[in-house]
């Protein structure tokens, strides 16, 4: 059973910064996509950022130039770091986690984390 588990998430002043964190465990981590997604109230969940197993990043239009995505295999662990955060990014993140490749698409993937709150304040 593959397990994902994230952390990272608080309250931050628009602008500010947070790195969000999902452990990966129950697999061979370094055969996973992984993909950063979040959902605010009321809203559909949307794709963040993708990492696949082979390192490809893919980022959702909102966030590029200011999120990055990275992997540390090691670890078992992707990243999500934040920066330029604004009011309109707040939501609870999830990780999702597929085998190989990731993908932009949440319905396809297979494995998901209990995400964490992000919240910035004006």
């Known amino acids: 059973q593959v397990q994902l588990v994230e952390s990272g998430g608080g309250l931050v002043q628009a602008g500010g910064s947070l790195r969000l964190s999902c452990v990966v465990s129950?697999?061979?981590?370094?055969?996973?996509?992984v993909g950063w997604f979040r959902q605010a109230p009321g809203k559909e969940r949307e794709v963040v950022a993708t990492?696949?197993?082979?390192?490809?990043?893919s980022y959702g239009d909102s966030v590029k130039g200011r999120f990055t995505i990275f992997r540390d295999n090691a670890m078992n662990t992707v990243y999500l770091q934040m920066n330029s955060l604004k009011p309109e990014d707040p939501a609870v993140y999830y990780c999702?986690?597929?085998?190989?490749?990731?993908?932009?698409?949440?319905?396809?993937?297979?494995?998901w984390g209990q995400g964490t709150q992000v919240t910035v304040s004006s």
């Open positions: 129950g697999r061979a981590f370094s055969t996973l996509g």
């Open positions: 990492i696949g197993w082979r390192g490809t990043k």
């Open positions: 999702g986690g597929r085998a190989w490749q990731a993908t932009m698409r949440s319905e396809q993937y297979d494995y």
